[in-house]
């Protein structure tokens, strides 16, 4: 196998909480990941759950606990890496006195590129990201969404192999996020790898080739939408006959519940409808649809999220 | 170096562009005007005033936009996160500290020399509306190139007081950056006094302490040479290369300590 874009090895970050007596907090508990070579990946978690800690370590902001980082091959921070990608902070915030032509004049120059050609480049970038009339304003009159977009733009100053974006829909309107979806689309299509983080399930799911599922410091799952996604959580039964104190004695109380007349039961998935229909039976129900109940992106996050524990 | 020197041009287009700057700058250059009607008021008085307060104004001017914009350029990147984009960038941190720094201090230079022009132009128009006779007590011309030296060594100084307020700006916040950089300047010129410590106690670890912090701390009294030059006494090259020798020296090494704790910071 080539060389993962991305490697994480049991990637862990201590925070010092606390004035007097500080004592480490975990935000990144042993993240281990790989993403390969023009995969676009999405993480995904709740607030705080160690995603944009996850990319200042990657981009050497801060510096691991334990674990390493490595991108490209090389150690995070290695200056021959940060040439090849691109970085969107979260709320990116850049210099008031400059206008967004400027900054990413500037930007380019430390890539090596020729003013022209940083000019350039800013042009063609600021149009993509639908900035090209308000290039010549001072970023100070920047709205947050704008800024937004033009933190995206100087992600791409250095035409990146690997770009990271920390909630790059953050802040923007409607139309934006549409852009944004389209330009992590596009930027994905010309082979590049993307990992960009988001607690927003759907943009994962139309974009990602993979995700990789995030909660309170630890990675609890990774793999393709389609896979995680469809899991079978399990089973709804529906039956006519029998009664909801029937039902109770059974052990199902709150996965019990009259509907129409019919009796619905959720089961979980240690309760197979192989050994639970015969009992239902026995108490004079009988069956009248059972369907497998297919877990949504945003119920398994929902659920790991709530329960990360569950997970291994 | 390339980078060093794109990071210390975006620094220096940064600085020159903030308010503060210019208003402490047009401060400085109504106050040289100023300093014309003084003259007038104190009419028989020399031109020594004339000069010693505007040596001072610009020293003081240039201490606050030293200390100000100094805390600022790093510090600000920091606080308002601009930091985080800059650093992914194909620059290592001690680039970003050494361009910062020479922005600043090229913002320095330009600003010294704004106050500078602005002295000698007042000092100029004196010299020419006086007459000979007035002239003739003057221990010095009006315009006096002596005073370069002066003016150099007050530019050295700033050049230091920069480094101390980049160097407490690396790990502690702003206002607290600043307390600590006016701080230092203050003792710094009473830094002299702890040499002879010895005169006034006989407690030796006292006295040692004392050596220590003479050793440690900087010494910014030999850079006010206002004095002197006013009076029309001699700076000699050899006094100004000494002194800057001594500046350059202190500036090295708060750099190093300045990239040594900046390279360590999580910017969280
Ligand atoms: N500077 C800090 N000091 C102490 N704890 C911190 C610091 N920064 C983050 N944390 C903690 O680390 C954990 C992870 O934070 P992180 O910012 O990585 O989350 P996130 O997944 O990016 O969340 P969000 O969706 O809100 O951006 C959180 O519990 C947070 O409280
Ligand atoms: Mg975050």
């Keep these: ?312 | 170096m390339a980078i060093i020197t794109r990071i210390a041009v975006h620094a220096f287009k940064e600085s020159i562009r903030d308010k503060v700057l210019y208003t402490l700058v047009l401060f400085a250059v109504l106050l040289m005007g100023a300093l014309y009607l003084i003259g007038q008021l104190t009419a028989g008085q020399d031109v020594k005033i004339i000069k010693d307060l505007g040596l001072a104004a610009t020293q003081i001017v240039g201490l606050f936009i030293a200390v100000f914009i100094g805390i600022g350029l790093v510090s600000k990147e920091v606080e308002r996160r601009s930091i985080y984009s800059l650093l992914s960038k194909p620059i290592r941190r001690h680039e970003l500290i050494l361009g910062k720094y020479a922005g600043l201090v090229l913002t320095l230079a330009v600003n010294v020399a704004v106050m500078a022009v602005a002295l000698y132009l007042v000092l100029g128009y004196m010299s020419w509306i006086e007459s000979e006779e007035f002239k003739a007590t003057w221990v010095r011309p009006a315009a006096d190139p002596a005073m370069w030296s002066a003016l150099f060594l007050v530019f050295v100084q700033l050049a230091l007081v920069t480094a101390i307020a980049l160097f407490f700006s690396t790990f502690s916040s702003p206002s607290l950056s600043a307390v600590l950089t006016f701080g230092l300047y203050v003792v710094g010129h009473f830094n002299a006094d702890l040499r002879n410590f010895e005169s006034v106690v006989d407690s030796s670890v006292a006295v040692y302490l004392a050596r220590a912090l003479y050793y440690v701390l900087p010494n910014l009294a030999p850079f006010d040479v206002k004095a002197a030059v006013v009076h029309g006494e001699p700076v000699s090259l050899g006094y100004v290369a000494m002194t800057t020798w001594y500046g350059a020296a202190y500036v090295a090494a708060l750099l190093l300590a300045s990239v040594f704790i900046f390279s360590r910071r999580d910017f969280k």
Excluded at chain 1, 129 to 135: N, P, Q, S
Excluded at chain 1, 156 to 180: C, H, I, K
Excluded at chain 1, 218 to 227: E, H, N, P, S, V
């Design chain 1, 1 to 312: 196998m080539s060389t993962p874009a991305i490697k994480l090895d049991g990637l862990t970050k201590d925070y010092a909480v606390g004035f007097w007596r500080p004592r480490p907090y975990r935000a990144l508990d042993q993240v281990s990941l790989e993403v390969a070579s023009g995969e676009v990946l999405g993480y995904l978690g709740p607030n705080g759950a160690g995603k944009t800690t996850t990319l200042k370590l990657l981009m050497q902001l801060i510096y691991p606990t334990a674990g390493t980082a490595e991108i490209l091959g090389r150690p995070a921070g290695d200056v021959g890496a940060r040439r090849r990608l691109g970085y969107l902070p979260e709320l990116p915030y850049f210099y008031d006195n400059l206008s967004a032509e400027e900054l990413l004049v500037y930007f380019g120059g430390l890539f090596s590129l020729s003013a022209a050609d940083a000019r350039r480049r800013a042009a063609t970038l600021l149009d993509r990201v639908g900035l090209g009339a308000a290039r010549h304003q001072r970023l100070r009159r920047y709205s947050k969404g704008m800024l937004q977009r033009v933190g995206i733009a100087q992600a791409l100053v250095n035409d990146p192999e690997v770009v990271f974006l920390d909630e790059p829909m953050s802040g923007l309107d409607p139309v934006g996020r549409r852009d944004t979806r389209e330009l992590i689309r596009q930027l994905g299509a010309e082979g590049r790898t993307v990992f960009f983080s988001s607690h927003i399930l759907s943009d994962a799911e139309a974009l990602c080739d993979r995700v990789a599922i995030m909660a309170q410091g630890k990675l609890i799952a990774t793999g393709r939408i389609a896979d995680l996604a469809f899991e079978v959580l399990g089973w709804e039964v529906v039956v006519s006959g029998g009664s909801l104190d029937g039902m109770r004695a059974l052990g199902f109380d709150e996965a019990a519940r009259e509907v129409d007349g019919r009796l619905v039961i959720e089961l979980t998935i240690d309760q197979p409808p192989e050994r639970v229909l015969p009992e239902l039976a026995r108490q004079g129900a009988q069956v009248v649809a059972l369907t497998p109940r297919h877990e949504s992106l945003e119920d398994y996050f929902m659920r790991m999220v709530s329960q990360p524990g569950d997970a291994d």
